[in-house]
Structure formats: C-alpha cells, structure tokens
C-alpha cells in the first residue's frame, strides 16, 4: 500500500464516509447568549398598509384639509422665519456661544407659539403626561423613538431644545434657517471624527449651568419620504399624539465611569415605558444595507447589529463591509440573500457530506436551514479565524503532503479529501488550481490561500474532532494538534459568556 493509500485509510474513518463506525459525536462550539438574533429583525422602516375606504375616507376629506392645511403651514413658517433671522443674525452656522439673552427673550416665545399653532394647523391633538424638567435639572433631553419628521412636536413641547441634527438639513432653504435658530449640534455622517466631536459638544453644553438649551437627540431612517407624509396627515381629520416625560435620571457612580451601561439602562427605561424591544442597530446598520443593496441583496440582508457585533467581536467598519463582499458573492445566486447547504458547498467546492454540514450548522445558529449575513461574520469570528492558527496550517500540510517532500501534488490533495470527505469520485481539480500555481502546492502557497478562506481551517479542524472520537488512531503528526480551536474573542462578563449548544 503506497503512502497514499495509508492517508486514505486513516482518513476514511470519518463518520459518513461508509467505513467503520460513527461513534461519539464531538461537543459543537458554543454560542454566546449575547450573540443571538434581535427581536426586531429590521427597525428602519415602516410599512403601513391603508385599506380601501380609508383611502377614500381621505380622499374626500383631502380635496378640502390639503390645500386649507398647506396654505396654513406655508404662512406659519414665513412668520416664523424673520424670528428666526433676528435669533441666527452674525451668527456662525456652527455656535461656539449660546445665543445672547436679548435674542432668546424675544425669538423664543414667539418661535414657540408659532410652532405649537403649525401643528395644531395640521391637525395634531396633543396629550402631554408627566412633567418637563428644566435645563438645570436634565441638561439632556432624549426623545425616543423617533421615526418620523413630525416627532419634532414632542420638542416643541419641551420648549424647543437644541437638536442633534446632520449638517445637511441646515443648508435646506427657510427650514434651515428655523433649524438654526434652536441651536443645533450639527453632525456630519461621512467624517469619521464627527461622533466625537458630537460627544464633546454635548458634554459642554451639558456642563455649562443652563447657558444652553437642553439637547436632545432624535435620528430616523427609512419610511415615508417628507411629502408624502406631509399628504397622509394632511388628510386626516385629526391626528392623536401622546407624549409622556419620565422622571430625570441620574447616572450611579459605576456609570459615571462607564456611561454605556447608563446609555443602556435609559434605553431599557423608555423601552419598557414604551413597551417595545430594544436591539443594538446603529447608522452603521443603514450604511450596511445601502451597500447590500448595491450588491444586489435585499437590503435588510446587511443589518448585524453592528454596535454589539464590533465590539464583541473586536471589527471595525471596514472589516464587515468585506465580509459583506464575501458574503454576497456567495449569497447572491440563492433566493432572499441567505446562503444555503448547497450554495456553501459550491462556494467552497466541496461535496455536501458531514463534515460540511456540522460546519454549516455551526454557522447557522438559529437552525433554519440557511446562514444570513449576521451569522456569517459571527462564524468567521467565533469558529473560523481562532482556528486558523499558523499550528493548524502546519498540521493540515502535513497531513497533505504524504510523501514528506514539502509539496503538495494534485494526487495527494485529491485522495485525502476524497476519503476524508466520503466521496471517492470527489473531483477536486477547481480547488486545487486556486491554490497550486504550478503543479505543487508549497507551504508558503499553501498557508496564502488558508489565511485568506478560514472555513476551510475550521472544516479541517471538524475533520479532527471527529477522527479523535473515532476508534481508529491518527498519524502521530495529527494527534499533537489541538481538536477545537478556542472560542475566545474578547473578554464577556460570566452573564455574556452563559452557552447554549448547538445539538444536530
């Protein structure tokens, strides 16, 4: 028997390939509690189905509020905005300086009551719960969830605090101006120091003893464009808006030093007031579905929940943005965006056997027969890259290179995966030229190719769980090498770091 033949053999015991016995199963990789699916799949858009007879309940009632409405609205702000000239006048379009008392005291009360007049023009009833605490009291007022242009009356409520608002709305003519006026923290979403520029701007505001509006911060997404909105409330009769003001809260000293756990538990606070989930989707989210759709995937294929995913994980931005370049040249031929067995296979020219699908379950956390774009970083994180050890590279070389002349022949490669595998008429020649650049694979080659595909580490590392469960001993090489790569990716309270295992 050639040394081939020898590698065949002892490969050829993996379970699944028609030779010996399975036996015991080897323990999955455990899953972080903390990793599991949101409970809101898709927080950035709204969709709203309106049936037939209100379609023309407000048709009819639209022909005569519509243009009774815009007309009021149109003369509103053309009132309000000299108030607006006189509160901004020689004033930088970003403040370093709270606007002058004298302006405030004329400008505000005036801007105030012309604002709460629009919305009572469009149609707005307003129920107010609880108290408005004053700038001294809450120097930062949070206003969630905010969804739609109109959550603004909420601030007009308040007594119009300074908003965080994108530069871009300040340069929008006549609104702009009215923007301007409330003394807004502009932010930019294409500079990279722009969050923490935002977070400086807060902070002194925040600190300088009621010189400064409260600031409050409201972002939204995907819905309804402006006009349209603007024409489905017009059309109604009246529109119900409740508002409640929580009690003020103060930050413990744990959270003083770490103001994330107090972001939290506001978060949770207003949620449970509001009775809906939280999730951990941020802007980046948006930027993630943009750039899916561009690659021709559902949008929403591209939401990972990118603030709890980065900074578990250890991935910045541009580090997911590739992955979701693999991912969708996988993806991108299968129905909905999600991989499935056969689509793995194909991308990994491989055969579908068991060691392909107890990695592809690993992959698939929630079990649903498919692997989405959240579950592909996560397993490229958790199970593939902390696999792909230059150890590991090492041993499966070894492995591979039978005759220990530190080349890799098509033969070689061939027969290992063929008995390893299961399927004796595995042809294996496409893979093999990706790697080869001649007719040998050196290691160099070889460690080249496995640093850029870490699936294939962790297929190879499977491989060894299951031959170390086998009654059948492995090449003395083999065995030094460790069975199941570490799981460690960043350092998780005991609470974060509670498992589930995954069970075929």
Not at 189 to 213: F, H, L, M, Q, Y
Not at 328 to 343: D, L, N, P, V, Y
Request: glycine share 6%; hydrophobic share 40%.
């Amino acid at each position: 028997m050639n040394r081939c033949a020898e590698a065949a053999a002892v490969a050829a015991t993996v379970p699944g390939s028609g030779v010996g016995d399975a036996g015991l199963r080897p323990p999955m990789v455990p899953r972080q509690a903390s990793f599991f699916p949101p409970p809101v799949p898709n927080p950035f858009v709204q969709q709203t189905r309106i049936s037939a007879s209100r379609r023309l309940q407000m048709l009819l009632l639209g022909i005569i509020l519509l243009p009774v409405r815009a007309l009021l609205v149109g003369l509103i702000l053309l009132l309000a905005w000299p108030f607006a000239v006189i509160s901004t006048a020689c004033c930088p379009e970003k403040l370093t300086h709270p606007i002058s008392d004298w302006r405030r005291k004329i400008t505000r009360p005036a801007l105030t009551f012309l604002a709460r007049a629009m919305f009572f023009s469009m149609g707005f009833t307003v129920t107010v719960k609880g108290k408005v605490a004053s700038p001294l009291e809450a120097p930062i007022f949070v206003v969630a969830p905010h969804s739609t242009f109109f959550d603004g009356i909420a601030c007009v409520v308040a007594g119009l605090p300074s908003l965080v608002s994108r530069n871009e709305n300040a340069q929008t003519p006549l609104v702009g101006r009215l923007l301007r006026a409330l003394q807004p923290v502009l932010v930019s979403r294409v500079d990279p120091d722009s969050r923490k520029n935002t977070i400086n701007e807060i902070k002194k505001r925040a600190t300088s003893g009621g010189e400064w509006p409260q600031d409050t911060v409201t972002w939204t997404w995907q819905g309804y464009t402006f006009l349209q909105l603007c024409v489905l409330t017009f059309c109604q009769l009246f529109t119900k808006v409740e508002i409640e003001f929580m009690p003020v809260q103060a930050p413990s000293e744990e959270e003083k030093t770490d103001p994330v756990l107090f972001a939290s538990r506001i978060r949770n606070l207003m949620a449970e007031a509001l009775e809906i989930p939280v999730t951990d989707h941020t802007y980046e989210d948006c930027r993630l579905m943009i750039s899916a759709g561009q690659l021709t995937l559902p949008m929403e294929a591209g939401l990972v929940e990118f603030s709890k995913i980065s900074r578990k994980l250890k991935l910045d931005w541009d580090g997911i943005r590739k992955h979701l370049d693999e991912y969708a040249s996988i993806a991108s031929s299968s129905k909905g965006g999600r991989i499935g067995i056969e689509e793995f296979a194909e991308y990994l020219k491989l055969p579908v056997s068991d060691v392909l699908r107890q990695l592809f379950a690993l992959f698939d956390r929630n079990n649903d027969g498919s692997i989405d774009f959240r579950e592909y970083v996560i397993g490229l994180a958790v199970l593939c890259n902390p696999a792909n050890t230059e150890e590991i590279i090492q041993v499966a070389f070894k492995l591979f290179d039978v005759d220990e002349d530190g080349y890799i022949t098509e033969e070689e490669f061939c027969t290992i995966l063929q008995a390893s595998l299961g399927v004796p008429d595995l042809n294996v020649s496409g893979l093999f030229r990706e790697i080869a650049q001649r007719d040998s694979v050196s290691y160099e080659e070889f460690k080249s190719f496995a640093l850029k595909h870490p699936e294939y580490a962790k297929i190879f590392t499977t491989y060894l769980d299951l031959q170390t469960c086998h009654v059948f001993p492995l090449p003395e090489e083999v065995q030094t090498a460790p069975s199941v790569a570490s799981n460690k990716v960043s350092p998780e309270s005991q609470e974060e770091g509670t498992s589930d295992k995954k069970v075929d």
